[in-house]
């Protein structure tokens, strides 16, 4: 238990606490945002929606050609101290060139490609411009991790949510489904604004030698691994919605797979918090395994807590949302049981990879994922329905976490004996 009493201290001493109230505010935000919308949005109209902004979000990665990436891992490394002012400066001006790209070329798709919902090509087309400010937000938040200011990394996260429920919920109220649909573009448009001083910093610095080819290729494979790992969480609502056809069945899984997948915010605190400092002492094999062990262990404890509550109190959380979703209440318990694939193995092992600079490594994982995701499903939701959905998503879980693990200790013996 020594390991697990010195895990947590170094978290808190690092301000982990900030950022996992910061978290915990950000999701309990997100949560009343997502039950309010559904009292707000009639479940057709929202399911169309949830539908275009899945396929927004697992493009979000690539906002910047995943420059925000490439940022916090080399900008982490001790050899690159001296190189901060450069970097963010650099990877501003061609993060946005880089986003306004995606915008444009998303835009034009969702006019142009047929979808399965009427309305899904304008959303999509719409929804594209928040691209460009939410780079600028991740660049922001990445500055103040490297800086190890998680405090001010924690504040930026609480202003986004709190501003997002505000203006969801306004705008949602008069415009219905219209205005969730502004209110994403908007709030982190207006958030801007407040830090606009924050992205006029000196620079003289002339640029560093590691702003190469290698610096691009792994911000944009951490991004295709990062759009990769959201397309097999989305993937599942994109195929329920192509395969059945029903925009409620659409709502229904979005709304039984909420609580296992906010619980993931866990593992995200303590890397958010802890990604700079492993980064800084990766090459360090006790301080490395030490964390790993700590980790795990508490992320085990965590695991076993979650399922108890799922067995527990299953169809009553699910009725929380909507009395017609507990008929899925042995699918939120299946979807749960994939969720510790995650928490224990994925969220740590994965993120390890990325600090040795196998971003690349990450991003085949979830390919393979996505296509044995989408070859079980074609073959599992016309049988089974939403179970049949929600059993590949924890089989898919799991199998992306043991691979992380055994992938990170095969690198990681190469890695250190350079």
């Not at 050899?79 to 650099?90: A, M, Q, R, T, V």
């Not at 993060?95 to 915008?103: D, K, Q, R, V």
């Not at 990394?153 to 969801?168: G, R, T």
């Amino acid at each position: 238990m020594d390991y697990l009493k010195n895990y947590i201290s170094g978290f808190l001493n690092r301000s982990g606490g900030y950022i996992f109230f910061a978290t915990i505010f950000s999701r309990v935000l997100s949560f009343l945002t997502s039950w309010i919308t559904l009292q707000l949005i009639p479940n057709k109209e929202l399911g169309e929606v949830l539908y275009s902004w899945n396929i927004i979000s697992f493009l979000m990665p690539l906002i910047g050609l995943g420059l925000h990436q490439s940022y916090i891992r080399y900008g982490a490394l001790p050899e690159n101290s001296s190189n901060g002012d450069f970097l963010f400066s650099y990877i501003i001006k061609k993060g946005l060139i880089a986003s306004f790209i995606l915008t444009l070329i998303t835009a034009i798709c969702g006019f142009i490609i047929p979808f399965e919902f009427n309305n899904s090509g304008i959303y999509i087309s719409i929804m594209s411009l928040v691209f460009a400010p939410s780079f600028l937000i991740e660049a922001l938040k990445t500055k103040a991790r490297l800086a190890h200011k998680n405090k001010s990394y924690a504040f930026i996260d609480i202003s986004y949510n709190f501003s997002l429920i505000l203006i969801v919920v306004s705008l949602s109220y008069f415009l219905q489904e219209i205005g969730y649909i502004l209110a994403l573009i908007i709030t982190p448009t207006l958030l801007l604004l407040f830090y606009l001083n924050t992205f006029f910093t000196g620079n003289t610095n002339t640029r560093p030698h590691f702003i190469n080819r290698e610096f691009w290729k792994y911000g944009f494979f951490a991004g295709l691994s990062n759009v990769a790992t959201l397309l097999l969480f989305s993937i599942d609502i994109l195929l329920i919605g192509n395969i059945m056809e029903l925009p409620e069945k659409v709502t229904a899984f979005r709304y039984i797979t909420l609580i296992p997948y906010s619980i993931l915010f866990l593992p995200r605190v303590f890397i958010a918090t802890d990604f700079v400092s492993l980064t800084e002492n990766i090459r360090d094999k006790d301080y490395v395994f030490s964390y790993i062990k700590s980790y795990i262990l508490l992320f085990t404890i965590v695991s076993l807590l979650f399922i108890f509550i799922v067995i527990s109190l299953g169809e009553s959380l699910l009725n929380f949302f909507h009395s017609s979703f507990t008929i899925y209440t042995d699918s939120f318990t299946i979807v749960s049981i994939g969720i510790i694939g995650i928490l224990i193995l994925r969220g740590l092992f994965g993120n390890l990879l990325s600090s040795i600079g196998k971003a690349k490594f990450n991003y085949y994982i979830m390919v393979i994922a996505i296509i044995l995701n989408i070859a079980s499903n074609y073959l599992l939701i016309p049988i089974l329905g939403i179970k049949g959905a929600a059993i590949t998503s924890a089989t898919l879980l799991w199998f992306t976490g043991i691979a992380s693990c055994i992938g990170f200790f095969h690198f990681y013996k190469k890695y250190t004996s350079l």
